[in-house]
């Protein structure tokens, strides 16, 4: 079963800089990571309930898969996120038995600084990288807490300032909404829920869920659609981040269907908002039914993260 979000990568050029942007300026502390022994990667973890950031970056640019360095030639940002399965045995026979052209599970590991390693299986839906198109699927060979002080790098995962407290969502940008429900339906075997509006966080887009199953926490990813623009010949708008009108598209048109934010539950956002503003982050606050925050993509190396 696929049960929830395992974790959301994030490419970057310098990894240490990135880390301390995110633990020092946004608040979201970074602890485990090491270097993989294969790709030419090094990474640093973000562990923020039983999900994970992952920052990367280009350890060995000889040994680097070529879509990792065309996508971090044109920006930091997103790379995809991946899906954690409880028996990826018995998921990739259900996957290969609807027709999907799997590639494993194949085994990976990560060695830390002080030798210790951790080590997973995976599934890849079309080829075996980072910046592929689809999310690809994971298991741990830890699971609970253990998996928990692993990822930390062997500790207990440190309290995030900003209060974050979990990863509730991670959502794709699509072109034709019918289209890529039905067809990550196909491929996932999940159940997607009825088309809904961006208007609660603010933004001009159609989305569909796809809650995760084992999960009581309500984790889901989501499919995004842009909204059509009707907008006045001479009105200038910003079209470049989100949730500004426009800009939806926009990733669409520079990166093609992948991965445009996440969205972070945190225990007070008005705390959170004030540890932003203390810490000069620029970022969108949207008083809603829900009060909403968008935090500016200049401040997490690209990643537009949302705060619930």
């Not at 800089?17 to 608040?27: E, M, N, R, V």
């Not at 680097?64 to 899906?83: I, K, P, T, W």
């Not at 990822?151 to 794709?172: D, K, M």
């Not at 907008?231 to 520079?254: F, K, M, T, W």
Request: with cysteine; glycine share 8%.
């Amino acid at each position: 079963m696929l049960t929830s979000i395992d974790h959301i990568i994030i490419g970057v050029n310098n990894l240490e800089q990135a880390a301390t942007l995110f633990s020092q300026k946004l608040g979201l502390a970074a602890s485990g990571g090491g270097i993989h022994p294969t790709g030419g990667t090094a990474n640093r973890i973000i562990v923020i309930g039983d999900t994970y950031l992952e920052l990367i970056a280009i350890h060995t640019p000889e040994e680097a898969q070529q879509s990792m360095l065309d996508r971090l030639a044109m920006h930091e940002g997103y790379l995809n996120f991946v899906l954690a399965s409880n028996d990826i045995e018995a998921d990739s026979q259900a996957m290969t038995k609807r027709g999907i052209p799997i590639l494993g599970p194949t085994p990976g590991s990560l060695r830390a600084a002080d030798g210790r390693t951790r080590g997973w299986s995976r599934i890849n839906i079309e080829r075996p990288d980072l910046a592929q198109h689809y999310p690809f699927v994971i298991q741990h060979d830890s699971s609970g807490e253990e998996r928990r002080i692993r990822l930390a790098g062997w500790t207990t995962p440190p309290e995030h300032p900003l209060g974050a407290t979990q990863v509730r969502s991670a959502t794709i940008a699509v072109a034709d909404l019918a289209e890529a429900t039905q067809r990550f339906q196909h491929i996932y075997g999940l159940q997607p829920s009825e088309s809904f509006t961006g208007e609660p966080d603010g933004w001009d887009a159609m989305l569909v869920s796809f809650p995760l199953g084992g999960n009581d926490q309500g984790q889901c990813f989501e499919l995004a659609e842009p909204l059509p623009l009707s907008i006045e010949a001479d009105q200038e708008v910003d079209y470049e981040h989100l949730p500004e009108p426009g800009s939806l598209n926009r990733h669409l048109q520079r990166f093609g269907e992948s991965l445009c934010r996440m969205t972070l539950a945190v225990e007070n956002l008005d705390a959170s908002r004030h540890y932003l503003d203390e810490h000069e982050v620029t970022y969108t606050y949207l008083n809603m039914v829900h009060p909403v925050v968008w935090i500016h993509p200049d401040y997490a190396c690209g990643a537009s993260i949302v705060l619930h």
